[in-house]
């Protein structure tokens, strides 16, 4: 992750320079990581968009568990969302 001066991570048009994207992918192929994780905000647009409030409401009234979702097929690597309150649509 690159940030800028005032702390801000997604700003748009905001020019990165060649170096700042060459010293994320170094540190990325350091880790080697089978995975990457990341927020709710961050997911959304990989997500077919965000649930309304009635629609969380709904599930969570029923009692039964939340699934998860994996999108079907082999992969070299995996994306974790964190959204403890269910909002991303898949």
Do not use: N
């Not at 800028?4 to 700003?11: H, Q, T």
């Not at 990325?28 to 649930?51: L, N, Q, S």
């Not at 097929?73 to 995996?78: A, K, N």
């Amino acid at each position: 992750m690159a940030a800028s001066v005032d702390g801000r991570i997604v700003v748009d048009g905001w020019p990165a320079s060649a170096e700042v994207r060459r010293q994320y992918e170094l540190v990325h192929a350091g880790y080697e990581a089978d995975g990457w994780i990341c927020g709710r905000v961050t997911m959304e647009p990989f997500a077919k968009g965000v649930r309304s409030d009635a629609e969380v409401a709904r599930e969570r009234s029923g009692g039964s568990p939340r699934e998860d979702f994996r999108a079907p097929g082999e992969y070299d690597s995996f994306a974790f969302a964190i959204d403890p309150g269910g909002r991303l649509a898949w």
